[in-house]
């Protein structure tokens, strides 16, 4: 089983697609977010590798974790997050590069018990091809 965290510049688009793609969850795994950043005590647009790395933190429990990122930046800021991690951590974590909302409906709805986050990843990637 693969854990999923959705990293976005935005805390509410996450909050939103986690929400509306939840609904089709039929496997039990962890489906978080991380988004926005801090600004003045206020959440703005932006993503933090130091906010990401205690996102994973809390989200990795041995299950492999599958990072879905909105934009650019929130790739590269997941990338460095993992340069923060114990090994452990970092060998059991994969960013998958694909269109966002897409890459996470296939996630969600192909999670399987006998998953790993490079066969979920495949999955998504073969499936996003076939769409367009």
């Known amino acids: ?4 965290l959705v990293v976005s510049h935005s805390e509410n688009l996450a909050k939103s697609a986690i929400e509306l793609l939840s609904e089709m969850k039929t496997e039990d795994f962890q489906l978080t977010y991380c988004g926005g950043i801090f600004d003045q005590n206020q959440k703005v647009f932006g993503s933090d590798p130091t ?4 996102k994973i933190e809390k989200t990795y429990h041995k299950n492999d974790l599958l990072i879905i990122c909105d934009l650019g930046s929130s790739y590269m800021n997941s990338e460095m997050a993992l340069s923060f991690l114990p090994s ?3 060998e059991h974590t994969l960013i998958h590069h694909g269109p966002f909302f897409e890459s996470l409906l296939i996630a969600i709805v192909n999670n399987q018990e006998h998953f790993t986050a490079q066969q979920l990843s495949e999955l998504i990637s073969l499936e996003t091809k076939q769409m367009y």
């Open 1 to 4: 089983m693969v854990d999923i």
């Open 51 to 54: 906010l990401i790395a205690e």
């Open 88 to 90: 452990e951590i970092e």
